[in-house]
């Protein structure tokens, strides 16, 4: 099966609404700097793409289930790693050493070079049928928890503790019949949190041996990935609320913002920023949830938004889409200032992933079929949580700032 790459010499696309002449060796921001296209028939990205030591890993299924490493400097793609035993793929999670975690039929491990380090099947014992469910997370001594249900039988659900070495730490049952998703972090004393998607509660483990340090029912599953400050404050989407916990799992306050939030980030004065699901733009005060800001998407154009990244000015970068007509919706990537206006938006960029900002200021927008380049204004925010998934390597795991 050929591995090939269509790269694009770059190009300059017209910014709209008065963009500040910010230039990088004469590059302005919304600057196509390449494109990289998938082969093999343009398949879809599974999943949020990572960047680690100048290379983009990111997933895709269609014909078959494949990670691709792409050089982040030109586009270029490294290598192509077939998981031919699987049906379905996650994002991956890159470990400090550089390896590459992601689970689909198994939990991988592959070096940075695309060889297998080791593939760990889920651990059935006589007459279960666990699946991966695709929540990972990436502790500081580099093991890896993963979530996994029963697919045959109607019991609880499990999270796995592994090794870097692939060996199996620890596994434990938690929850009910019904908390089969839900998203792994780790806040900054280590505490393990699952935030159930397919449920109603939060749950905090310790990452030592499992044990369940507290649960904290929210009525309503996890619409997103929580955002965790410095201080261990918890801010979590559920229902139409955004609420902020402190890490003995006591509630500080819950705002109703009207729509579900999606995973909120936090900007490089603290300001919290969701999307919600009636497509508008939201910045909430950390301190007692108060609303700073709301913008409806009719009043910059779009109909839908997208998963948001907040940069060190604090610029938000966001997708949307316009409408014209019968023939349906022309895509942008749009770039806001931290008081909701707009700065410059680009057409024909489709991101239904949260953007990779680098630290050379490159934003890599991941599109039905590849990868783009764009110059951004300022790399990824210095702030406790900066964009879902935490980093640019998806260890959804607190690292300070």
Not at 149 to 173: F, Q
Not at 327 to 335: E, M, P
Not at 356 to 372: A, E, K, L, R
């Amino acid at each position: 099966m050929r591995k090939g790459l269509w790269l694009l010499l770059p190009m300059v696309i017209p910014l709209v609404s008065g963009c500040d002449l910010f230039k990088e060796e004469g590059v302005e921001p919304g600057t196509v700097k390449w494109e990289y296209t998938f082969p093999d028939g343009a398949p879809d990205i599974a999943d949020v793409p990572a960047l680690s030591n100048g290379t983009i890993y990111a997933t895709t299924v269609g014909d078959g289930c494949w990670l691709y490493a792409i050089n982040s400097s030109d586009g270029a793609q490294k290598w192509a790693f077939h998981m031919d035993s699987a049906s379905w793929i996650g994002y991956p999670a890159v470990g400090e050493d550089g390896t590459v975690y992601v689970v689909a039929d198994k939990l991988y491990a592959i070096s940075p070079d695309g060889t297998k380090k080791w593939a760990l099947n889920p651990p059935n014992r006589p007459g279960q049928a666990y699946r991966f469910a695709g929540a990972i997370t990436i502790g500081e001594d580099g093991t890896v928890y993963a979530t996994l249900y029963d697919a045959l039988n109607p019991v609880p659900p499990e999270i796995i503790a592994v090794k870097p070495d692939g060996t199996l730490k620890w596994s434990i049952t938690y929850g009910d019949l019904i908390t089969r998703y839900g998203f792994l972090e780790i806040g900054p004393d280590g505490t393990l949190y699952l935030f159930a998607e397919w449920g109603h509660a939060i749950y905090a483990f310790s990452t030592s041996a499992g044990d369940i340090s507290w649960v904290y029912e929210m009525g309503n599953g996890a619409t997103g990935l929580a955002a965790i400050d410095q201080n261990g404050v918890i801010y979590v989407p559920h229902s139409s609320q955004l609420s902020a916990l402190q890490s003995n799992g006591a509630l500080l306050w819950e705002t109703d913002l009207g729509a579900a939030p999606s995973s909120p980030v936090i900007g490089p004065d603290g300001t919290l920023y969701t999307k919600l699901m009636n497509d508008s733009l939201c910045a909430v005060n950390p301190s007692d949830g108060t609303v700073i800001w709301k913008k409806k998407g009719y009043e910059f154009g779009t109909q839908e938004i997208r998963a948001i990244v907040v940069d060190a000015n604090g610029n938000l970068y966001i997708h949307g889409a316009e409408s014209y007509g019968a023939q349906g919706y022309t895509h942008l990537l749009y770039a806001f200032n931290r008081d909701g206006e707009i700065s410059w938006k680009i057409h024909d960029i489709f991101c239904e992933w949260p953007p990779i900002i680098d630290s050379d200021n490159t934003i890599y927008v991941q599109t039905p079929s590849g990868i783009t380049a764009i110059q951004g204004e300022a790399n990824l925010s210095n702030s406790p949580w900066p964009r879902p998934y935490h980093d640019n390597r998806n260890t959804c795991r607190y690292e300070g700032f």
